[in-house]
Structure formats: structure tokens, C-alpha cells
């Protein structure tokens, strides 16, 4: 399995700003997953974009992928302070490596009311 | 919604202690996970099973094993614990793969 690297490993911005994080990944994959954790609700699936789509919407969130420079990004539109948690991203195999997901160290994203 | 719970919230046990950590998931997912969390470590797979009785090791399983006998439960088990591995653990499922990740609300083990 591959991890993904978050940057940056923090982020402070005000409510209303955008938010943006990055991640990088090393191999081949045949989906990327967003995932954010915090204390209220502890680790929750954010979205999948898989690695023949290069761009995807849920709600406040936009993600895209550009498997070219095996990068990922998240981004997190008009932020509320219940935004406020860590956020990882998990690069996913395709074959045998598709059962694994290693998750990073994420980016931990504080948004001040 | 799927549902992913953890035996218990928190847990205090002795060196030496054989410890279980149960895991149970209510959709019939056929991938479950274990990882521990720690300060400036991430999360960190421990072992995974994709079946019934089927186990794989993850990235460190040095310390600890698992049981699947039933489709929805996954146990972690450490036969002799040890303070190095006080931590938070969490659990997972899956419905297979290329699909996205079920939490439990984890496990916080204090080893002393």
C-alpha cells in the first residue's frame, strides 16, 4: 500500500475563507479517498474520485486529481468553524493493492469563528 | 447507515494482560480493518481481513493478532500487552474494495 502526503500539516484561516490541502502519492492508483477526523464524530469518509475522473463535487467540497503529477487537492468552500478537523487523503492500489488504504499525518485545519 | 462499533470507549490493563478489542459492523461488509492512531504517526494499519477467516497483516503487526469467525466481527488481540502500545485503535469496515471506509468511534488502551 501507498500513503498519501498531506500538505500543508496545518492550516488557520477565518470562517468564510476558502480552504485548500494538497496531497501527493507515489504509485499507480486506482481511486483517491478524503477523509476528515475530529473529535465529535471521529473518522468520516469525505469523498472518492476515482483516477479516470479528474474532478468531483460534494456539497461545500471540491476535489480534483491530476494523476499526472499524482497529486490530489480538497477544497473547502465559505468554511464554518464546525469545518475545524484533520483531513487525510488515502491514495487506493488497484489488485492486491486495493485492500490497504495507509492513511498520513494529515493536514489539521483550524477555522476561527 | 452503516454502523461500525467498538466494544468499549476506553480500556485500562496491565503489562502482561491479554487484551481483546472487538469490532462490529452491521452491513455485511466483506473488509474489515484495525489501525492505531498516535501523536505524530497517523493512523497505522495493523491487519486487515477481506473474508471470513481470512486475515492479512498491515504495516505493523508485530505484538498483536486477529480473529474473523463471523462475517460482521473482527477481534484484535494482544496476548501480552505492553506500554508501547498504549494508543488510540480504531476499526473499519468496507463493503469490498475500491470503496470507501467505514470508522468505529475507537478504542482509547492505556497499557500501565
Known amino acids: 500500500s501507498q500513503q498519501g502526503e498531506e500538505d500543508p500539516q496545518a492550516l488557520s484561516i477565518q470562517e468564510g475563507e476558502n480552504a485548500t490541502m494538497n496531497c501527493s502519492y507515489k504509485?499507480?492508483?486506482?481511486?483517491l479517498q478524503w477523509y476528515r477526523q475530529n473529535s465529535g464524530r471521529g473518522l468520516v469518509h469525505l469523498i472518492l474520485?476515482?483516477?479516470?475522473?479528474r474532478e468531483k463535487h460534494s456539497g461545500r467540497l471540491r476535489v480534483t486529481l491530476d494523476t499526472s503529477k499524482k497529486s490530489s487537492s480538497l477544497l473547502i468552500t465559505a468554511s464554518r468553524a464546525a469545518d475545524t478537523a484533520s483531513y487525510f487523503c488515502?491514495?487506493?492500489?488497484?489488485?492486491?493493492?486495493?485492500?490497504?488504504?495507509?492513511f498520513g499525518k494529515g493536514t489539521k485545519l483550524s477555522v476561527i469563528p | 447507515d452503516v454502523k461500525v462499533t467498538q466494544s468499549s470507549r476506553y480500556l485500562v490493563k496491565r503489562t502482561g494482560e491479554k487484551v481483546f478489542l472487538e469490532c462490529v459492523q452491521d452491513?455485511?461488509?466483506?473488509?474489515m480493518f484495525w489501525y492505531r492512531q498516535d501523536p505524530g504517526l497517523g493512523l497505522r494499519l495493523i491487519y486487515f481481513?477481506?473474508?471470513?477467516?481470512?486475515?492479512e497483516k498491515g504495516d505493523i503487526p508485530e505484538g498483536y493478532s486477529v480473529s474473523r469467525e463471523k462475517k460482521e466481527r473482527f477481534s484484535l488481540i494482544l496476548e501480552s500487552a505492553s506500554t508501547n502500545q498504549t494508543s488510540m485503535y480504531l476499526c473499519?469496515?468496507?463493503?469490498?474494495?475500491?470503496?470507501?471506509?467505514?470508522f468505529g468511534p475507537g478504542t482509547r488502551l492505556t497499557v500501565l
Open positions: 488515502t491514495p487506493g492500489g488497484s489488485g492486491a493493492g486495493s485492500y490497504q488504504l495507509t
Open positions: 474520485i476515482r483516477s479516470n475522473e
Open positions: 473499519a469496515s468496507r463493503l469490498a474494495a475500491y470503496n470507501e471506509q467505514f
Open positions: 481481513s477481506y473474508d471470513v477467516k481470512m486475515k
Open positions: 452491513m455485511d461488509h466483506e473488509n
Open positions: 504509485t499507480s492508483i486506482n481511486n
